[in-house]
């Protein structure tokens, strides 16, 4: 093709009368160099072509495989977003599991201060509490030391059951008719009475740590006749005769007067049937009765103030002849 392209060209150029023969021979070499040059750039080009084909290739492929690396990097990343969601999500449930265990944990300890703090005050009270036992046991062994001291020295009176002295564990109780300290109706004490007081005055002036209760009792008889105007019932009666012993005690005596009360009962209290001369005989009485200090306050109660006789006496009076 080029060779008949090349033969037309010169033809040519032949019949217009512009080349020569030797022109002719010399157009004809530089035309075969041309040709070698062309076929050599041809190759060379095709070379190239053929190079830049495969590179070409080469790239396509190596952007396929870098896009299949894309691909798999975007669910690499997917994949690692979710486990770093899952992970966050975990961190957060953690995160709030500690804050409540810490939460937990605190409220336990202060459960725990708050225990020890219990135990603490439950060991301090258990140690008040033996103390207070073996303070109440050495107490009752003095009473009991007492009332023994007390049944000798007025055992002449227990024996005519004129006094009766009765200890239940810190309670003591001593009772004593009327007739003993008072004649009937009246409030004044007796002489004959008066040594029991004394000696119940001694005894009684050594207590500290007792409430001392002087009760006055009587039968269910109505007062009667002159007598109701000094006493119009059996209260004033019975709160007399219990004043003027307290009095006699504190005034005569020496006994604390603020550990002892005064109280009548009338004939609300009875020991015995009023139905019979003996039984109203034991219900009029006057009874002495010494409490520990603390049992009224834990029993929620107060202790009754004193009471006065209607008509009050000096000490000087309290005594009179029977």
Not at 66 to 80: D, H, M, S, W, Y
């Amino acid at each position: 093709m080029w060779r008949g392209f090349m033969a037309g060209m010169l033809l040519g150029l032949m019949l217009s009368g512009c080349v020569s023969a030797g022109t002719h021979e010399q157009t004809l070499a530089e035309l075969d160099k041309t040709k070698t040059g062309f076929e050599n750039f041809k190759k060379q080009t095709a070379g190239q072509i053929d190079a830049l084909q495969k590179g070409l290739k080469d790239t396509v492929q190596a952007l396929e495989d870098a896009n299949l690396r894309v691909a798999a990097l975007e669910q690499e990343k997917g994949r690692l977003t979710a486990d770093l969601t899952q992970t966050r999500d975990q961190a957060n449930a953690l995160s709030a599991k500690l804050e409540a265990e810490q939460a937990r944990a605190a409220t336990l300890e202060q459960e725990k201060r708050q225990l020890l703090t219990t135990i603490s005050q439950h060991e301090e009270r258990l140690k008040a509490e033996e103390i207070e036992q073996a303070d109440k046991e050495e107490e009752i062994k003095r009473l009991s030391q007492a009332q023994a001291d007390l049944t000798k020295s007025l055992e002449v009176e227990i024996a005519k059951d004129e006094v009766e002295i009765q200890q239940i564990h810190d309670r003591l109780t001593i009772k004593m008719i009327d007739k003993l300290l008072f004649d009937s109706g009246q409030a004044d004490l007796k002489p004959a009475g008066l040594k029991v007081l004394k000696e119940l005055s001694n005894f009684l002036a050594s207590v500290v740590a007792k409430e001392i209760r002087i009760e006055g009792h009587t039968d269910n008889l109505p007062i009667t006749g002159e007598l109701k105007d000094r006493f119009p019932t059996n209260w004033e009666l019975s709160t007399a005769r219990a004043t003027n012993v307290a009095r006699y005690l504190v005034e005569k005596g020496g006994v604390f007067a603020a550990n002892v009360s005064a109280a009548g009962h009338a004939d609300t209290r009875p020991v015995a049937s009023n139905n019979t001369g003996k039984g109203r005989a034991a219900n009029r009485r006057i009874e002495i009765v010494l409490y520990p200090k603390d049992l009224l306050a834990e029993k929620g109660k107060q202790k009754p103030p004193p009471l006065q006789a209607p008509e009050p006496q000096s000490a000087s009076e309290l005594i009179t002849q029977p």
